[in-house]
């Protein structure tokens, strides 16, 4: 048996809530918000998710205590991509990773609003737990994914590359792979991205919400207060889930970039993979272990900023008092 609560305010929860006050938020609404959120994260965030790529490729170690490849940490990585591409070169990618942002943040809050009240109105359980708002979440993100995946390739190929540039502009990109390669080729890295992104998505919005409730304010605190708790939590939710799929997430950069070697010599060694477990073995192999988080470091510090302020936008711009 479902309980409905009744609220003196608006609930700042993200996902349906029978005991908000007012009318529900649409999917439409929840597609916007999303998509405004994501846009603004992206443009925040693009030197970071530069700087974990470049690791992510590189075959040698990334080490500053035993130097072995052209980056060995987040300082000295960053001054040498400045000083050979310029400070442009932080935001390779950027139009795409932005269409990216936008369709991604669309689709999962979209899909997240519609599968949470689904769920409160045709199953006995509680739309706002955190166990409904794991699987929710993954399904959510799962969506997000089969729609994006074109533009996460595309995004990743423009941040891996150098100078001179293999890729002109999106559009010459487009062509280029689909002349080159062919269209499954957009597809690159969707096995491992799947078997990431539902324990991912799931485990931020399971996160966020055991996280609010820890940190549940007093019936005093104004509107800034909880906009700021949005972030802290979804800073919080990000870091989590990022560590625990991790490795998934490199597999897949190693595999987008599969046909794109000319562009990756003037880095270092390059490798060809026959598929994820081809992957997976032959880094281990070669790399070790560890190396399945090869750029953690950026990636948790991106991961705390885009999360967190991607729950902080959609909650500003879709609950008010």
């Known amino acids: 048996m479902q309980t409905h609560i009744s609220h003196t305010r608006v609930t700042d929860m993200v996902g349906f809530d029978p005991g908000a006050q007012g009318a529900a938020l649409s999917p439409e609404e929840a597609a916007l918000a999303g998509s405004a959120a994501g846009m603004v994260t992206r443009a925040l965030i693009s030197p970071l998710d530069v700087l974990k790529i470049r690791f992510q490729l590189q075959i040698e170690r990334v080490s500053s205590q035993r130097p072995e490849g052209k980056y060995c ?186 046909g794109f070697e000319v562009a990756r010599v003037q880095f270092g060694q390059v490798r060809t993979y026959k598929g994820l477990v081809d992957c997976m073995i032959q880094i281990a192999k070669e790399e070790g272990v560890q190396s399945f988080f090869k750029g953690l470091s950026p990636s948790l510090v991106k991961a705390a900023l885009s999360t967190g302020f991607t729950f902080f936008w959609n909650v500003r711009y879709t609950r008010s008092d």
């Open 73 to 258: 940490g987040l300082l000295q990585a960053s001054r040498c991509i400045h000083s050979e591409e310029g400070l442009s070169a932080f935001w390779k990618g950027h139009i795409p990773a932005q269409l990216l942002s936008i369709a991604f943040g669309a689709v999962q809050f979209a899909s997240f609003e519609f599968l949470t009240e689904v769920v409160h109105k045709t199953t006995p359980y509680d739309s706002r737990t955190a166990g409904v708002h794991f699987v929710c979440g993954g399904l959510a993100a799962c969506s997000a994914t089969v729609v994006c995946q074109p533009l996460d390739t595309l995004r990743t190929r423009f941040a891996a590359q150098g100078e001179p540039k293999v890729y002109i502009n999106l559009r010459h990109a487009v062509s280029t792979m689909c002349r080159s390669e062919g269209v499954l080729t957009f597809y690159r890295g969707l096995s491992p991205t799947l078997m990431a992104v539902f324990p991912y998505a799931g485990l931020q919005f399971f996160s966020y919400n055991i996280f609010k409730k820890l940190l549940a304010p007093p019936p005093t605190t104004g509107k800034m207060g909880e906009n700021l708790r949005s972030l802290v939590c979804g800073s919080g939710a990000g870091m989590i889930s990022k560590t625990m799929t991790y490795p998934f997430d490199l597999f897949k950069k190693r595999l987008q970039v599969g």
